[in-house]
């Protein structure tokens, strides 16, 4: 298990009463695997520093207003890339089925795309399979870490860290996502138009549909774990 995926993960997920009280684990968990580069390490201390001393109110405040009600900042990946069209629906079953063929049982209501959730999974894999898993997505983190840049929010060090990891985005893909509106959370009557979009359905309906610009690697991926032996993956308490 790589546990960094697992704080990436939590640090990324609604900030909890459970995540805080676990947050002292985070930093050792990071360094005794030594994934974190030089450059980014201030950061990330910042980040779980924050984490550690701030009013949970505060975060979770935070955390809504820059990835709830922030649509170009959202945490599930192929919002990015299909928006809400049916392509995003059957890469969601794909990505579903790479879930289930490693025996992940998903203990949440989230949508398999989700960042936090996606984390969790890549923890369960070797590493050198996560990384390149990781790489597919490498655009769309790459356009969340300038983002947030831009708003001088000390969450950009965890995409920058997602970054590190993998081989650089094609500049000119992430050129194009930021070029979409980077729309302002404190303007309700622009989010509500911007959430206006035909609904998603999931499942059979969806398999005829295609996901050109999906994660492409994900049927290849594919490799079945042990009969009997199947992983649960549980939002919450991410110190073990």
Aim: hydrophobic residues 40%.
């Amino acid at each position: 298990m790589t546990r960094t995926f697992k704080v990436l993960s939590a640090l990324l997920s609604y900030p909890t009463a459970e995540i805080q009280e676990a947050i002292g684990h985070f930093l050792p968990a990071l360094e005794k695997e030594n994934l974190v580069p030089a450059s980014v390490y201030e950061r990330m201390t910042g980040l779980i520093s924050e984490y550690r001393n701030g009013e949970l109110i505060d975060l979770q405040e935070r955390y809504v207003l820059l990835f709830d009600r922030t649509r170009s900042l959202s945490l599930h990946l192929f919002e990015h890339v299909h928006g809400e069209s049916r392509d995003r629906g059957q890469a969601m079953v794909d990505l579903q089925s790479l879930y289930e063929s490693h025996g992940l049982a998903i203990d949440t209501t989230e949508l398999p795309d989700y960042l936090p959730l996606f984390l969790e999974f890549l923890s369960i894999l070797p590493l050198q399979r996560a990384l390149d898993l990781l790489g597919e997505p490498a655009h769309v983190l790459a356009a969340l870490a300038e983002r947030l840049r831009k708003r001088d929010s000390s969450y950009a060090a965890v995409f920058e860290l997602l970054g590190a990891l993998t081989a650089p985005a094609d500049p000119s893909v992430t050129e194009t996502l930021l070029r979409e509106v980077d729309d302002d959370p404190e303007d309700l009557s622009a989010l509500d138009a911007a959430w206006e979009a035909e609904t998603v359905r999931f499942g059979p309906e969806t398999a005829n549909g295609t996901c050109p610009r999906a994660i492409p690697t994900l049927n290849r991926a594919k490799r079945p774990t042990s009969p009997g032996a199947p992983t649960v993956v549980q939002r919450g308490t991410h110190d073990d």
